[in-house]
């Protein structure tokens, strides 16, 4: 199983960018799909995921109202679109997969603490002020 991420760069402060991710391999069906990301010396966090069909989404409080996730589950791939970016949204981002069906909020709650199943390489982040 491979993610392979894309999207990343340096924009201003109010600017916007799309990160992209596919996922290739041997995989039938992908419950979550999210976007976690790391600053310099910060804990990672878990930025965005969401379940098949998108039925289901969460947001860090940190970027609700500003980032979209989105995925195409024929086409495995997922998407970050992320609006009024600020400078604290610097970071590494990383892309991953939980291929685990089971409750939302189990599924969030596990991302959120142990992370998922696999992950893509990161790709850089960086809103200048």
């Known amino acids: 199983v491979q993610l392979q991420a894309s999207g990343g760069g340096l924009v201003q402060a109010g600017g916007c960018l799309r990160l992209?991710?596919?996922?290739?391999?041997?995989?039938?069906?992908?419950?979550?799909m999210g976007w976690y990301r790391q600053a310099p010396g910060k804990q990672r966090e878990l930025v965005a995921a969401?379940?098949?069909?998108?039925?289901?989404?969460h947001y860090s409080d940190s970027v609700k109202g500003r980032f979209t996730i989105t995925r195409d589950d024929v086409m495995k791939t997922w998407d970050l679109q992320m609006d009024s970016l600020k400078p604290e949204d610097t970071a590494v981002y990383y892309c991953?997969?939980?291929?685990?069906?089971?409750?939302?909020?189990?599924?969030?709650?596990?991302?959120?603490?142990?992370?998922?199943?696999?992950w893509g390489k990161g790709t850089q982040v960086t809103v200048s002020s």
């Open positions: 991953a997969i939980d291929r685990s069906f089971m409750p939302w909020f189990c599924s969030v709650t596990r991302a959120f603490n142990y992370g998922m199943e696999y």
């Open positions: 992209s991710c596919a996922a290739s391999g041997s995989i039938f069906s992908i419950n979550l």
């Open positions: 969401i379940t098949s069909g998108g039925h289901n989404v």
